[in-house]
């Protein structure tokens, strides 16, 4: 079991950010704000896929007047990302924003990150204060150390958190990001000691989907692990379904989210397999799409070892030379020929 790290608690509109709610999965979608239609469909579509707050960028006038009418179309909260400009930050709290994201460090003058603060407050949204290794101006040489980087990252933010505090404003969430995994995990640790705001965890630019996988999963792994990070966003550059799914798989590898559909185990396969595994794997996996049951399904691909290694599956389809042996809970219940085995998987799940 996890034990969290203690943090008051943060509303994103009906999202709750911190301690003592589950971890909290975001995303940003990656039309065009103005192109209402594709937006809408694209939170949609997050939301469906279980990303529980969504990000939208507001970089002008129309995009903001646009937020605004997206808000009215969806379910789930909306974070406006802001830059830059502290008007956008004002009209996207003013159009109803849950939460927005903000770099201070690049908001002109303090008179505007202070009115920034006051609209926030007036309209009870929070603010995630996210700093980026590589928008801090002194970290942008070649020649400063690792621990010099994280220092001057742990100084901005504090800096930041501060200039809201002697606002007392409070309801923040904080998020120092890198695109190296080691100083994510070590400023993130550091941060995670000096205050007890929630924090925002995530590697930016972490590539490609296939690239992206294993460093989002190792960095936000190690945090989450240690009780670290009370909402996280996987970064990929491609389609923000990928991001939501990969976080869905850390978050319930880490047992921090309840799997709400089957998992299926699929033995690895080796010389012992008595029929392509891969092949009826993707079977099984198919046949599962309309199952909504926290189940475990196993395939194997012997009945030398499967029935061993799947012993806690809920059910488990063991492979012989065209047939299958299928187990509940660890019990052999049948032996079904190979053209068989989905329905008779199907028909076992129902019984369940
Ligand atoms: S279940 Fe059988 S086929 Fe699959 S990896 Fe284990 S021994 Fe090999």
């Not at 301690?19 to 239609?37: R, Y």
């Not at 003013?94 to 505007?112: F, M, T, V, Y």
């Not at 198919?286 to 809920?314: H, Q, S, T, Y």
């Not at 809970?329 to 076992?348: A, F, Q, T, Y």
Request: aromatic share 2%; net charge positive.
């Amino acid at each position: 079991m996890i034990k969290r790290r203690k943090t008051i608690t943060v509303k994103a509109g009906s999202v709750k950010i911190g301690s003592a709610w589950p971890v909290v999965i975001q995303s940003m979608t990656k039309v065009p704000t103005v192109d209402l239609a594709r937006c809408v469909r694209q939170v949609n579509k997050l939301a469906q896929a279980g990303c529980q707050l969504v990000r939208v960028a507001v970089p002008t006038r129309a995009d903001t007047a646009a937020f605004a009418k997206i808000i009215q179309k969806v379910a789930v909260p909306l974070i406006a990302d802001i830059h830059f400009s502290a008007r956008r930050a004002i009209e996207a709290i003013e159009a109803g924003a849950a939460k927005i994201r903000l770099n201070p460090g690049n908001i002109k003058d303090r008179e505007s990150i202070h009115r920034i603060i006051d609209a926030a407050k007036m309209h009870k949204v929070a603010i995630r204060i996210g700093i980026n290794e590589a928008s801090i101006r002194d970290l942008r040489a070649q020649d400063v150390s690792p621990s010099k980087r994280t220092a001057l990252m742990l100084k901005e933010m504090k800096k930041y958190v501060r200039l809201f505090e002697e606002r007392s404003f409070t309801q923040l969430v904080l998020s120092a990001k890198s695109s190296d995994t080691w100083r994510t995990i070590e400023i993130n640790r550091i941060i995670a000691e000096t205050c007890d705001y929630p924090i925002h965890l995530g590697l930016t630019h972490a590539g490609l989907p296939e690239d992206a996988q294993v460093p989002s999963a190792i960095t936000l792994g190690a945090l989450l692990a240690e009780g670290i990070g009370d909402t996280i966003r996987v970064s990929v550059a491609g389609d923000p379904i990928e991001e939501t799914r990969i976080a869905k798989q850390i978050l319930i590898a880490l047992g921090l989210h309840k799997c709400s559909r089957p998992e299926l185990i699929v033995c690895p396969t080796c010389a012992r397999a008595q029929t392509d595994v891969i092949k009826l794997a993707r079977r099984v996996k198919n046949a599962l799409k309309g199952v909504d049951k926290p189940l475990r399904v196993a395939v194997m691909g012997c009945i030398v070892n499967g029935p061993g290694e799947a012993a806690d599956a809920d059910l488990a389809v063991c492979a012989g030379k065209s047939k299958a042996y299928l187990y509940r809970k660890g019990r052999r219940i049948s032996i079904v020929p190979e053209g068989k085995i989905i329905p008779r998987l199907l028909k076992e799940l129902k019984n369940l």
